[in-house]
């Protein structure tokens, strides 16, 4: 009885899981038949966008898609209502650039990776399982 609710349990828990993920797909735009692509017009309110990159902090990563198609990532140094200055992440150190919140469809928050942290986590999951394995091998051979 209790391996059969903890399997469906699982079971549930694994269905479940991306139904919130912030990365969902994307609806194509409707196109008129013999007109030529184009990018996606920008179909937010360019006021609402206004107020969110306002409210970022200064420094924040993000990254930023362009009406065009183009996207950049970098650093946002300064926000205002009608643009957004942003310092490209290059190798080679480049001039901030001005974006027009007229020009921009969608601005996404990166999450801070770093390959020292994602080292860590793995060494410190494999030291757990490493114990717990060596844990139910005592018990197993006490009894």
Known sequence: MLKQ????VLCVSVVTSGCASAAGPRMAQAQAPGQPRTAAAPTGNTAALADYVQQLP???RIHVERAGGASVRGTLMKATRDTMVVQKNTRIPE???DIPLSDITR???EGSS???RNIAIGVAVGVGATFGVLLLLAAAISD
Do not use: D, E
């Open 114 to 116: 770093s390959t020292g």
């Open 58 to 60: 200064a420094g924040s």
């Open 95 to 97: 001039t901030p650039i």
């Open 107 to 109: 601005v996404t928050l």
């Open 5 to 8: 609710a903890l399997a469906l």
